[in-house]
Each structure stands twice: as C-alpha cells, then as structure tokens.
C-alpha cells in the first residue's frame, strides 16, 4: 500500500501542492481528479521521485521512503506513465521496456534476458507486440501500451496513468482500460489521472479531488458521486461563474471572421463559424479536438482544402502568419507560450514590439525608446507586472507571460483574436483578472474566439459555444451562463458524438 | 516524441535495400570495380591495393571518432589536433624518452582518453555547447601538439611498430584491419553495451532517458571520451604507417573526419550511428582520393565531388522524406 | 542536449528585479582589461610592440581583416547558425574579383561590387538550401565549403594557369601599403592608420545598425531566439534566414578582398585561415551559438585580442603554431567566465 501523508511542494512564488494525501491500495484504481495546474502532475512527480516534497511523508507498505530519483522509486516497485511520452523512437519495444534497468553480462548487453523480461511485462498486459518492432513503427495507442509496460518492469506493485489516454481514441482508450483491469485484478495498486470523466467512472472505485493545490475529496468511494458533482467539486462552485458586466451583440452586422464548410489538410470537415465584432465565440473540445489546428489553419500555417474563410465578409485565401496580421489583422495568442508565444530571452518591449516594427519603424530604423514606450503603454494597460521593460520575458510569472504574450497582438491592432488556452497554468486569482480583460476587449469591439478546454471559463465568457470534437463541431449553443445546465449540454454533445463516431 | 497523430499507421518493414547503407555499398562496389577496370586492373595489384586500404585506416577511425560525438548531438573539433599531438606524444616518449613501443603506444591511447575526458567534463561543466568547447581545447591541443617537437619531423622510432606499418595479413594492411576491428568494437559498443545503449538514449530523447534513469551528463563525458581514445588509436596508426610524424598531423582530418559520418548518414541531432555508413563513406571518399591519382585530376576535383555529393544526399533525403509524407 | 527537467513556471511570482550584472562580470569590460594589461605587458617586454611602422600598422590592418570575418560569422550566429564556407566564400569572391579586373579590364570599384554580389549570392544560396529543407547549416555549409574548395583551384588553374591573378586593380597596392600618413592637405597629414581600416569600422558600424536598429536585423535575432513563436508574429523566418546568409557571405567576401589587399595578390588559398578566427572573435566578444543575441563591439574586441596575442608573441619569438594553445586557452578562460558570470546572475536573481 503507498500512502503519501500530508505532501507540500513548494515552486518559487506558489505552493504547488498543500499538504495533499493520498492512499493506494493493492486491487484497486484510485482516480485523481482536477482542474489543470491543481497539482495532478506535481503529485504524480513527488510520487515517483521526479521532484523531492518540502513537506510531508510518503510510505510504501510501511515504511518511509525519500526517493532520489525516478529510478530508485521504480526499483521500489512504484511505475509511472507520464503524460509526457518517454520511449526513444529508434529502440525496439523490449528495449524500451527494460531500460531503467538493461541486463548486462560481462558487460555485454544480454538480449536474451531483455526479451524474456519485456515479453513477461507483455504478458502481463495479455498485449501481442513483436519485442524487436522499434517503437517508431507503433501507432500511438500502441506505444502508449509498452508505455504501460516500461512501468510495470522491475516488478512494479503501483502503477501511476497520468492522462493515459489524452492522444487515444475511443476504441483505444476501451482497450487499454480493459488492461487496467486485469492490471487491477492481479493486484496492482492503480492511481489514474485523467481529465475525461466518463472514463474514469467507467474504471475507477475510489477519487481524490484536488483544487488549488489542495484536497477537496480526498480517498472517497466513486460510487457517491455524480459525474456532475465531481465536475463541482473540481470547479469550485465560487469560480464555476464568472460575473462579467453583460455585453449585446449586434446579430446583424458583419461578421469579422467567418468559416463556411471548411476542410483542411489534417483532416478538417466541415467547419462553419462566426465571429462578429465585440462577440466571444467559445470553442470548447477536448484536447486533440483539433482545435488549435484550425487556428493554425486560419494563420495560413496549415493548409485548407476546401470551403471559404471570410473576413469583415470578403473572401480570404491566407497564407502566412505575416498576411494574416497585417492585411487582415489577425492575431493568435497560442496556448504553448513558451515554445510558440515568447521570446524568453528577450526584453519584454521587444517582445511586445515584434509585430509593429513595421510601424515603428523609421526608414528601417527601429528606436528603443518607441519600443519601450509602446511597452510601457501596453505593461499599463494590461497591468502586466514588470520591473522593466528591458526585463527578459522569461524571468516573468506564467500570468504576466501570457499577458506580454497577448500585448503585442494588441500593439498590433488586430481586430480579430484567436486566444488559445489562455489560462492554462495560471493561478486562480491572475485567472479572473485574465478573464476580465478578455470580455473588456470584446466590449472594446474585438471579434475574440476563445479556444479552451476549461468548461466554467468557456461559459463563464463565451457569447456562443461552439462544441468540437474529433475535427468537426459537433454542436454550437447560445451561453446562457447557466454553468449546470450549459456544462451538462455541452459533456452530452461531446459523448453522445463521440459515441456517433465510434459506431 | 516522434509519434505525432499523422504517423498513426504502423510503417511498413524497411527493406534491405532501402537502407541509406546499401546504397552507400552499391555505389562503393560499383565505383571500386569502374576504377578497377579503368586503371587496367592496375588497381588490383598488390602494391596498389594495399596502398589503398592502408590509407584508408586513418579516415575509418577518425571518421568514427567523430560519429561517436555525433551520436549524443555534440561535435568535437579537437579530432584532427588530437591525433597529431598523440602521435608527436608517442614519438617522443620512443624518441625521447626512450620508451619501449608498446608503453608509447599505451601512453597515446590514455591521452587521447584523457583529453577526450577533458573536453566532456569541460561541456558538463560550463554548458556551453560542445562546438565551442572543443574550439577552444583544439587551438591549445595544436599549441601542444607544436609544442612536442617544434617545426622538426620525427622519425626512425621503433622499426617493429613501423614494420607492423606496413605488413599485411592475407594482403590486407595491418593497420587497415586494426581499423576494422576497431569499427567492430564501436558497433559493438552501441549495438551491445549498456553505456552505448544509455549514449544514443541520451542523444536521441534527452529527456526521456532522465525520466528512465539514465545520467545525460555521463553519456556526453562517456562520448566524449571515447571521441579522444579513437583520436589516441588514429595517433598510433598514423605513427605506424607513416614512418615518421610532425606538427602538421590531423590538419588535414577534422572535415573529413565529418564528411564520413554525414555522408554515412548519421544525423547531427543525436541518437543515431551507422558504422557500416561510416566505414563505406570513407571507402568512398578514398575511391574518388585514388581516382583522381590515377588519372592525374586536379586533386580539388575531389573536394569539389564530395562537397556536390554531401549537398545532393542531404537535398535527396529531403525530398524523399517529403514524398513519403505526401504518400502516407 | 542537456535538457533538464523543467520546473513548471511559478504561476504568479513577485516580479524580480532585473540584477545589474556588475561592471567586473560585463565580458566586455573583461576584454578591454586583458586588452590593455596584454599591451602593457608585451611594450614592456619588447618596447619594438610600440613600432609604429613594424607592429601598429599591420597590426591595424590585420585586425580589420579578422573583425570584418568575425562579422561574417556573427551574422549567422544571430540565428543560430554557423558558416563553415566563410573561407570558401572569401575566396570565391576574391576570384571574381580578379576575373572582372584581369579578364574585363574592370576596376577596383567594379571589382569589389562584383565580388561582395558573389558572396552575397553564395551566402542566400546557403541560407536558401538551409531553410527550404531544414538541414543543419552546419552540414549545408560544410558540404558548400568542400565543392567550393574544389571550384576555386579549378578556376584559377583554368583561368590564371596557376593559383594568383598576375595582376590587381589601380588601387590595391596603395590600400596595402598606404596609410592615412601618406594623405597630406598642406601639411596636415593623416593618423599612421593602414587604408584598410574604414572598411571595417564601416562593416562593423553597418552590422552594428543592422542588428542594434534595423527591422531586419531585429527580426532576424527573434528568428534565431525562438523560430516558431518568431514564424507566429509574422515573421517571415526563411526569408531572414536567407537575408542572414547573404550579410555572412557578403562580409566574407569583404574579408577576403582586405585580406588580398593586405597580401597583395587575389590567391587560391585566401581565406584558408578564416574559419576559425571567424569564431573565435565573437565568441571571445560573448556571442554564443545559440542565436538571439550578438554583440559587435565584443566581435572587434575579440578580433582585437586574438590579433595583439598574435602579434606580441610573435614579437617575443614564440612559433607561430605554440601562439595557438595561448589563444586557446585566452578563450576556455573567457568562457568559464561567462559561464561563472550567468551562475552568479542566477543566484542573485533567485535571491531578490
């Protein structure tokens, strides 16, 4: 039995994880549930030695362990799937499954022995792989099995999912459930993290919930839930609705962004919306819905086949990120704003300044002082907290981040924004700040499409909801910011077009 | 990392021949028989034969040497440098110092180890990338090379070490099968040890080898190291087969030393070798080197011809990568 | 390669302030110190280091070649990226300006324009290869460096039946042996400044505006900083990479038309030397490989040094090839320290 007792974590200017407990027992899946940034993956992490906890104990059949690392809480029996995939493409399955632990002798590596041991943690899967496929040749439902194997070597007792099935698809996910429970009725201790409730229902027999870094059910029996509660209870009802000041749309003007019957080259079917100026048209999927990929598509980035992209009604055929802005004044504030958003090294007024230079530019001639002042303007009016506008954007909160990450669509004066994700990882209190900006720029007469997979923020802002599942919308709602009867209506159109799609 | 939504589809088996090495191989035979039968069959003659794989040693391991950094994603521009100054260390400590063969020969393969180590640690330790590191460690390591014995040449160091210079075993060069085996080790090394398994982790999927317990900083000191003990083993062959050594040595090896592995087809980013890539790219590379002395060409044809055929392979492999996208 | 495991970001810490870095740990100040401490040092081992006429001179003009290459490569570091054919391209270049003078009878300003569009158009061609497919400009650049070594003895064994131009534009031999002192209005006569020195300060000023003011030059470094987001702003990132390449080859072939001014011949083997002077110059200036960031004022100090280096060790007799492991070891110092200067800047920063 592994029992974490009180754990706190501490990352510099927040308190990642809050005197958490957790108890896993042999024959049984735990599921642990909440919002993203709740510390689902924090805990995971102190779990399996990946980070060490500033606070608290954790226990393994009784006694107190510290891990040093991954692997000393793998020989300790404790495997992990992390949500990130850790196999290396170009080594075959049973090498993959062994690595932490590759049998030599004499210090050659024993094949023989790494074969049989992968082919034993196969079995226990009662999965039929070829242990010499490399694992590039696997498909992805596949790989994320010898995922699962790779951490039952090394006779694992505890097996940690985290989002297990976030790139799977229906039929997929069944399958690899169906290991979990044979995984769970030969004795294993299962502690599943996931963000679709539907499976986790189907699977699980106990739920922590986790909000803010702490335990708001912590070691209950599944059976006394409802899914809509769970949802509550991982909401919050205080945030599950976002007062904002109430804005009319103006139905008949012009859209600023409008999708007929649009196809695209990743497979795309389909796809009509409408965006008018000083409207929030929410659309929400799960992750892999495809929908940042359609924004892509939109910048030109990705390529569409079919159907027609109005803006401000006139036909647009756009093909780079640069004619999206400054022609038709289109911005995209990504969800990746490390890898896609920022320049981490770089002073924040460049930053800020980086779709203007065009405009502030003199006969090609940029001054530092135009870019500092257009800094300062936009640091000002989104009340992003630096202490200069020379300060490197990297050295900044994620929530000031994500702000310099939309000021310079502002500088740049687009009139249509596509905002992915925008407060993900971002505390809750610099989350409702967030939020508030977002509906004041609608107000201001942006046309904003608000990608997210954040049920109470989509309906807390948007004016519509568009429901995309699987590369097709699948529903659009009017908001009648009734978060109980807007976030069931929303789950049903997801799962009963997902059940659509499976048939 | 690699397993994006559009890979879903399982690949097809990868055929023999579709192997980036058998091309190499095809073109290598075909080229050595054309030159075979162009010069007459002059080229099949004992002396000329030998020369040819005997000269071919040198490339072989340096080309390795450099493979093996390659393999973690690093680069190490201290090969050509190293070589030459093991190969004045051994001939001086014979010389000089009065050692017998064998210790010499010992003493340069533990300096190149260490010089190897050096740089590894210095990469771990700075994280500065690995280019720069080995820049700065390859100017001192010339500065010491010249160091040695100044502008002079060395030369009549032990008659046993130059006369295994220039035997021959079944009409093989022995140096030439020394590089061979020392092609075979380094397979082996990567195919069958635990360290060379953790090294292309490393290199290949940095983080997912943390995640599994693998230390990347030992890997790239691991890597690194053996770079300088290959670097110690081209020092001795070199001392070996040339009869003497001076300060100029390894000059002319580090862009050769990565011609090979590229043309082999090992990849800058890390995570993969091919010996057998490595081995035929250097075979070629002194096909065209023996040609261009057969027929009295302007030798610049040569780097002319291997500059073309390393931007032809890497536009190739491009579009065939985009086609076989488009294909899927 | 080193990658660690990414704490996840503090959702909302306190800003930091910035840490002024201080006066002693700015790797520029560093240069100038050992600049000036290396001057005194060898003036007073060998007052002859002084010599106008011996040592200042040439070493003026040599350090106007050596920036001006150093520039070149920094124009691709700013993204990321190394060019291993900046010899090659030097010398190509150098060729053309030979042929457009020897064979069409054109002059120095014909030639040197022919010859910088050589370059230029050797460097678009590298950046082009490199952003079309993506290969590492390592590889593209190192493979361009083979078949134009390859090209360039061809050519001028084709053209000049051996490997120099027999002859140079009206001009050349006053930009090699001239300076400012030989110019007099009156009797006001200029500074013992070699001619070959405006060019450089021009390249350096120019690739200083380049990348301190221009939108190119900034877009190019938010290219070299982080090409998706860069790509995600609007960016064109193939076209500034390829605008990259053209500035490194254009400055190469500048190189190599002072270096043939100071050698007095358009040669085969000009710009054998260039690659890793080419380096070192703004990495000892701390510009790293890994793009974003460039600073010219440390590539002239960095040309600066390894030069004075050269020079005075020379002056004190020590072999050409035993100068390299000072210079080696100037480098792996000025590093540690950079290196020394970001730990300690990180701990500050974690502190405040």
């Known amino acids: 039995m592994l029992l974490a007792e009180n754990l706190v974590k501490t990352f510099p200017g927040v308190r990642a994880l809050d005197g958490v407990s957790l108890t896993l027992r042999p024959g049984s899946v735990h599921a642990l549930l909440g919002e993203n940034g709740a510390g689902k993956s924090t805990l995971v992490k102190l779990l399996t030695g990946v980070y060490r906890p500033d606070g608290g104990r954790i226990t393994f059949d009784g006694d107190e362990r510290h891990f040093a690392g991954p692997l000393d809480a793998q020989r300790a029996g404790i495997g992990v799937v992390h949500q990130e995939r850790n196999l290396i493409p170009a080594f075959s399955v049973a090498e993959n499954i062994v690595l932490h632990h590759l049998p030599s002798r004499g210090g050659r590596l024993d094949k023989r022995r790494m074969r049989a041991e992968a082919v034993r943690c196969l079995e226990l899967l009662q999965v039929e792989l070829d242990p010499d496929t490399p694992v590039s040749r696997l498909s992805v439902a596949q790989a994320q099995l010898v995922e699962i194997a790779k951490a039952l070597s090394l006779d694992t007792k505890v097996l940690l999912l985290d989002e297990p099935t976030a790139s799977l698809t229906g039929d997929e996910a069944d399958r690899l459930y169906s290991v979990v429970r044979r995984l769970r009725d030969a004795g294993h201790a299962v502690a599943l993290v996931s963000h679709k409730l539907e499976e986790v229902f189907a699977v699980a027999d106990t739920v922590t919930v986790l909000r803010d870094g702490r335990s708001v059910a912590q070691d209950a029996p599944l059976t006394g839930y409802t899914q809509a509660q769970v949802v509550d209870l991982m909401v919050g009802r205080a945030f599950a609705s976002i007062a904002l000041p109430t804005r009319t749309v103006d139905g008949e003007v012009t859209p600023a962004l409008q999708l007929s019957d649009v196809s695209t080259a990743l497979g795309h079917r389909g796809i009509s919306l409408v965006v008018r100026p000083g409207e929030i048209l929410g659309l929400y999927g799960l992750v892999g819905a495809g929908r940042s990929e359609l924004a892509k598509a939109v910048l030109g980035l990705e390529r569409i086949t079919s159907g027609t992209v109005l803006i401000h009604g006139r036909p647009a055929r756009i093909r780079t990120v640069g004619e999206a802005l400054h022609r038709y004044r289109i911005g995209y504030v990504t969800e990746d704003r490390k890898g896609e958003g920022l320049f981490l090294d770089q002073p924040v007024s460049r930053n800020i300044a980086v779709t203007v230079w065009r405009r502030l530019a003199r006969a090609g001639l940029v001054r530092d002082r135009g870019e500092r002042e257009l800094a300062g303007t936009y640091a000002d009016r989104l009340g992003i907290r630096i202490s200069s506008p020379r300060q490197p954007a990297g050295q900044l909160s994620g929530g000031n981040q994500q702000k310099v990450s939309l000021a310079k669509w502002l500088a740049a004066e687009c009139d249509i924004l596509i905002v992915d994700e925008p407060t993900v990882g971002i505390d809750v209190r610099t989350k409702a700040a967030f939020h508030e900006l977002i509906a004041g720029l609608a107000a201001d007469g942006l046309a904003l499409l608000l990608i997210s997979s954040d049920l109470p923020e989509t309906v807390g802002l948007a004016d519509r909801i568009a429901v995309m599942n699987d590369l097709r919308i699948v529903g659009e709602l009017a908001n009648d910011h009734d978060y109980p009867r807007m976030s069931q209506q929303i789950i049903r159109l997801i799962h009963t077009a997902e059940t659509v799609s499976a048939a | ?328 | 390669m080193t990658a660690q495991l990414e704490t996840p970001a503090p959702p909302d810490a306190p800003p930091r302030t910035p840490h002024r870095v201080p006066l002693w740990a700015n790797p520029r100040v560093g240069l100038v110190v050992l600049l000036v401490a290396l001057v005194v040092l060898f003036s007073v081992l060998r007052p002859a280091f002084l010599n106008t006429r011996l040592t200042l001179t040439p070493l003026q003009s040599d350090i106007s070649v050596y920036l001006v290459v150093g520039l070149a490569q920094l124009s691709v570091l700013s993204l990321g990226h190394m060019n291993m054919a900046v010899g090659r391209m030097a010398a190509t270049s150098a060729f053309t300006m030979g042929l457009v003078h020897d064979k069409l009878g054109a002059g120095l300003v014909l030639s040197l324009i022919a010859g910088l569009a050589v370059g230029a158009l050797l460097g678009a061609l590298a950046g082009l290869i490199i952003s079309r497919t993506g290969v590492n400009s390592f590889v593209v650049t190192l493979a361009m460096d083979f078949a134009l070594a390859g090209l360039i003895t061809i050519l001028y064994s084709g053209v000049t039946g051996g490997v120099a131009f027999p002859t140079m534009p009206a001009g050349m031999s006053e930009l090699r042996s001239d300076t400012f002192a030989d110019y007099c209005i009156g009797d006001v006569c200029g500074p013992r400044v070699p001619l070959v020195v405006p060019f450089a300060i021009l390249a350096a000023l120019l690739v200083g505006l380049l990348f301190r003011f221009s939108r190119l030059g900034r877009e190019i470094l938010m290219t070299g900083a982080n090409q998706r987001a860069a790509e995600l702003s609007g960016i064109p990132t193939k076209d500034r990479i390829v605008q990259a390449h053209a500035v490194s080859g254009l400055l190469a072939a500048l190189g190599g038309f002072l270096l043939a001014a100071n050698n007095g011949a358009f040669s085969a083997s000009l710009g054998d030397s260039f690659l890793l002077p080419s380096f070192l110059a703004p990495v000892l200036g701390g510009t790293l490989l890994a793009g974003g960031a460039v600073s010219v004022l440390g590539t002239a100090l960095g040309a600066a040094l390894t030069q004075v280096i050269y020079k005075g060790l020379n002056l004190l007799q020590f072999q050409l090839d035993q100068l390299q492991l000072y210079i080696g070891l100037v480098l792996l110092a000025a590093l540690s320290l950079d290196r020394a200067r970001h730990v300690l800047a990180e701990r500050r920063g974690n502190r405040a």
């Open chain 2, 1 to 328: 990392m690699t397993l994006t939504a559009t890979q879903r589809s399982t690949l097809p088996g990868r055929h023999l021949w579709q192997a980036p090495e058998f091309t190499l191989a095809v073109i290598a035979v075909a080229g050595f028989a054309a030159l075979a039968v162009a010069t007459g069959g002059n080229l099949l003659s004992a002396g000329t034969l030998g020369a040819f794989f005997r000269f071919l040693a040198v490339p072989i391991v340096i080309g390795l040497s450099q493979m093996v950094v390659l393999a973690v994603g690093q680069m190490n521009l201290s090969v050509g440098a190293l070589t030459g100054f093991c190969a004045m260390a051994a001939a001086w400590l014979m010389l000089e110092a009065g050692l017998p063969a064998p210790l010499a020969v010992l003493a340069a393969l533990l300096l190149g180890l260490f010089a190897g180590v050096t740089n590894g640690v210095l990469v771990v330790l700075t994280r500065i990338n690995g280019f720069i590191v080995t820049l700065a460690t390859m100017t001192i390591i010339q500065g010491l090379r010249y160091g040695v014995n100044g502008p002079d040449t060395f030369q009549g160091y032990s008659p046993g070490l130059r006369e295994f210079g220039r035997a021959s075993i079944l009409g093989l060069p022995a140096v030439f099968l020394v590089a061979l085996a020392v092609a075979a080790l380094v397979a082996l090394f990567f195919s069958r040890t635990v360290p060379g398994r953790h090294l292309l982790a490393s290199g290949g999927s940095p983080f997912a080898a943390r995640l599994s317990g693998i230390s990347n900083d030992r890997s790239l000191i691991v890597a690194h190291g053996l770079s300088g003990l290959l670097a110690g083993v081209a020092a001795v062959l070199t001392v070996a087969a040339s009869g003497s050594v001076n300060a100029t040595i390894g000059d002319d090896l580090l862009l050769p030393s990565f011609a090979a592995p590229i043309i082999g087809g090992v990849a800058l980013t890390g995570g993969m070798v091919s010996v057998t890539g490595t081995l035929l790219a250097a075979f070629l590379v002194r096909l065209v080197d023996v040609m261009q002395a057969q027929f009295g060409i302007n030798p610049r044809w040569v780097d002319l011809i291997i500059g073309a055929v390393v931007l032809g392979a890497v536009l190739l492999g491009t579009v065939r990568t985009k086609l076989q996208e488009r294909s899927d």
